[in-house]
Nanobody, 121 residues
Framework: QVQLVESGGGSVQAGGSLRLSCAAS????????MTWYRQAPGKQRELVAGISSDGTTNYADSVKGRFTISRENAQRTVYLQMNSLKPEDTAVYYCGARPIPSGSRLPPTYWGQGTQVTVSS
């Protein structure tokens, strides 16, 4: 079992930045594909960004060039740096993990509890 704990959410004005962190338990973090999803009110949860165990990344078109996903295996932590935030980025952001090294486009096996990001205009 893997536990994921997100932090770093909050409220920011449009154009601002936030960095989300997700700390994972377990001994095999480096072999996991890690992802960030988000869910806005009344909408389906959507993939925002993913990173495979070899560092390969993928992004939703809506965040390309503004968000950066990264991982620090020694700290068992994955980050999401969010710049140039827009009101439409407002959502609960969830960290996910899947025990497949290249599985950053697959639904996670494990989920965090989520952290709220609110962007005001």
């Amino acid at each position: 079992q893997v536990q994921l704990v997100e932090s770093g959410g909050g409220s920011v004005q449009a154009g601002g930045s936030l960095r989300l962190s997700c700390a994972a338990s377990g001994s095999f973090f480096s072999l996991y594909a890690m992802t960030w999803y988000r869910q806005a009110p009344g909408k389906q949860r959507e993939l925002v960004a993913g990173i495979s165990s070899d560092g390969t990344t993928n992004y939703a078109d809506s965040v390309k060039g503004r968000f950066t996903i990264s991982r620090e295996n020694a700290q068992r932590t994955v980050y999401l740096q969010m710049n140039s935030l827009k009101p439409e980025d407002t959502a609960v952001y969830y960290c996910g993990a899947r025990p497949i090294p290249s599985g950053s486009r697959l639904p996670p096996t494990y989920w965090g509890q989520g952290t709220q990001v609110t962007v005001s205009s």
